[in-house]
């Protein structure tokens, strides 16, 4: 089966939009599918198994949910169809991501050329099935988290080359997005305290260097909270603290009339078991690199219909 590869410039406005719309660069997204292809068909080859099969006619297939969870990235597996299928492909159903789903439940329906329809298949499936994950964990701490005012956020332990789209999954599960670069946001670290000397003189050289760059800090004791709120700072990522220790913190913040004016991240080794606990102590965020270095993919598989095979309707 040869693949059409639909140019940018030829894929249906209204989908391009909608991902645009989703806080994605629809042209970096474009490439990323295309990248993902040319793994399956390098160098403009065809699908060898389809290609010595006899026509199979025109079909239509569901991509259906094996588990409940929450689905993302079905947009990106819409684009995976048209990409290779073109005016050939209708995309008939798809749910809007962030939707819980059962095990069953249809989340995405799509006529075309059968042929052409299982060339594509892995490759829409794969980003469906991982983003999906990546929603579905974060939709997991959200609901641990529920009632307490203590919101989930991602971090930058991606996989290289997905940072936007996880991030976008982790949207889709109802987290929230840390920094997205080295650029867009300062965070002293332990190893910046140790070159520069500590934890106050670290934060204070990069606010003077990037005066209007937020700037959150790293601190592993209660002493260097107080240091560093003193200093100005006024984001502290709490490292590997103890649930005392980190309601101690947020007091600490209280007793100096900072509450609303200081946000409190916990941070290391903040399991689901411990969420609860963790949200109690009154910390603003917890953030777990979990929801996107160590994602289980959600399963997600495409069944054709029993009309498969038949004339194009």
């Not at 980003?127 to 009632?147: N, Q, R």
């Not at 670069?181 to 050289?205: C, I, P, T």
């Not at 003193?230 to 984001?235: H, K, L």
């Amino acid at each position: 089966m040869s693949i059409v590869r639909v140019p940018f410039g030829d894929l249906p406005r209204v989908l391009v939009d909608e991902i645009a719309a989703a806080g994605l660069d629809s042209a970096a997204v474009y490439e990323h599918v295309r990248l993902a292809f040319e793994e399956d068909l390098p160098d403009g080859a065809d699908d060898a198994t389809s290609a010595a099969m006899p026509s199979m006619g025109y079909a239509v297939a569901d991509v259906v949910a094996r588990e409940p969870g929450t689905v993302a990235g079905l947009a990106v597996a819409e684009l995976a169809f048209v990409y290779a299928l073109g005016h050939e492909v209708e995309i008939r159903a798809r749910v809007p991501d962030g939707t819980r789903v059962r095990p069953g439940e249809v989340v995405l329906t799509v006529a075309g050329p059968v042929a052409g329809v299982l060339t594509a298949e892995r490759t829409a499936l794969n980003f469906a099935s991982h983003l999906s994950g990546v929603a579905t964990a974060t939709a997991a701490w959200v609901d641990a988290l529920a009632g307490s005012g203590t919101r989930v956020l991602d971090t930058r332990k991606t996989l290289p080359g997905w940072r936007a789209l996880q991030k976008y999954a982790v949207r889709c599960g109802g987290g929230v997005n840390h920094r997205f670069s080295l650029v867009d946001r300062a965070m002293v670290k332990d190893n910046h305290a140790v070159a520069a000397g500590g934890v106050v003189a670290a934060y204070e050289r990069v606010a003077a260097a990037s005066p209007d760059l937020r700037v959150e800090v790293e601190v592993q004791t209660l002493e260097e909270l107080r240091a560093v709120l003193a200093a100005g700072c006024t984001e502290v990522l709490l490292d590997n603290m103890s649930d005392a220790e980190m309601t101690e913190a947020v007091r600490l913040v209280a007793d100096l009339g900072l509450t609303g004016k200081v946000t409190l991240e916990a941070s290391g080794g903040i399991t689901m078991e411990r969420a609860a606990g963790v949200a109690a102590t009154g910390v603003d965020f917890v953030s777990v690199g979990a929801l996107t270095h160590s994602v289980t993919v959600f399963d997600l598989g495409l069944d054709f219909r029993e009309d498969a095979g038949g004339a194009r309707a």
